[in-house]
């Protein structure tokens, strides 16, 4: 049976993704993973004794080890999930996001070209994108779908426009079977506690300061990780090759809307007051260039494949509130890592 090359696999989407696809028995799934600062076999570790996930830790910019994975398994789908993925620390040191961003999908994109040279049966490369690579919406204009020109306003942006722009000329040119899903900001369990959510939820738990850039009236369109990786599922199932999808929740919610919601309920479970968490709050500096609004109109994908996000961000949090809570061990096991050298440096002089 042909196999799946999951790259990213032990990130925030990739282990979620390869979860979902491991319990439907979709594969082999073959987990490409560098294991950097936001990489964690933990997050996927349990699967690895079933025969169908199986893991191997090597950089997506090493065209030697593509090749010869792609020579050791019959690899028939490609799922790129690794990236450098925060856009703060692209702000902080772009580097490593063109490294891995650019160079790792230019050489996963030539190590898929020369071994599927002239194969037979289904084949498909599926670029795992974002919506930032359209840059940012003002409050009255429509959300981004498939036409929407890039208009990239960060290093991490840009180097995804940038990866992007590679798949499609490597199935313009060379007829490689691309397609490229632009989804928006996803939530749920295993994320890294960078990114807002993870983020104010663990700060409000301990009482720690809740950093809200500027006046946290920027808009993001969320989607549940697992509405994410169905849809993902969906295009590898019946996507076009050569088409781009825009996935999104149709959720918009401002970011001081969703802090205050945390905080609302963390006071609850915990049993505090209410309004203690609420005091946390922070506005602090504003990221530079922060992109104001994104949303996204996903009705293509939903005519196309039937594709339609089951989760709603608001009623989710509960939910996801006892999931961080529940996983103290794991996210302790991060926080005290290279993340407190990253929190010194992104937050020290903001909260000062
Ligand atoms: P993440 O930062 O949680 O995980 C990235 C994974 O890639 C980690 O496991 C890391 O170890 C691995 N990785 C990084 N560099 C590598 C390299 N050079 N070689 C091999 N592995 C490497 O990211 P995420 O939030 O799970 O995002 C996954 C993908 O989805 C990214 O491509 C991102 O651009 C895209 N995306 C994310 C969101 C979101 O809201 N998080 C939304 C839309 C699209
Ligand atoms: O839109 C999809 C993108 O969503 C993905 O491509 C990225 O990989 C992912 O990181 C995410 O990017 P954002 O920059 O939107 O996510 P982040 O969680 O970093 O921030 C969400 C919003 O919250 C943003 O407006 C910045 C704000 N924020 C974030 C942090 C970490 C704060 O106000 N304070 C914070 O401490």
Redesign the pocket.
Known sequence: MSGWLITGGCGFIGSNFVRLAAARRLGPLLVLDALTYAGNLANIVDLLDGGQVSFVRGNVRDSALLAQLFARHDLSHVVHFA?E????RSILGPKPFLETNVDGTFALLEAARTAWNGAAGRRLFLQV????VFGSLAPDEPPFDERSPYRPN?P??AS?AAADHLARAWRHTFGLPVAVAN????YGPWQFP????P??ILNAIDGKE?????D?Q????WLHVEDHCEALLAILAGGRAGATYAIGGGDECP??A??SAICAEVDRQLGRPAGTADRLIRH?AD?PG??RR?AIDAAQIARELGWRPRHRLLPALPGLIRWYRDHRAWAEAIRSGEYRDYYQR??GGRLA
């Open positions: 990236a993925s925060h856009v703060d994108s974002t919506d930032e960060s991490y942006a995804k989804c928006s900001n996803n960078e990114k807002l959510i983020l104010m809740l950093p809200v850039y500027g946290g920027q808009v993001r369109d970011n001081l969703i802090v602090v990221r922060h992109d994104y992104q937050y």
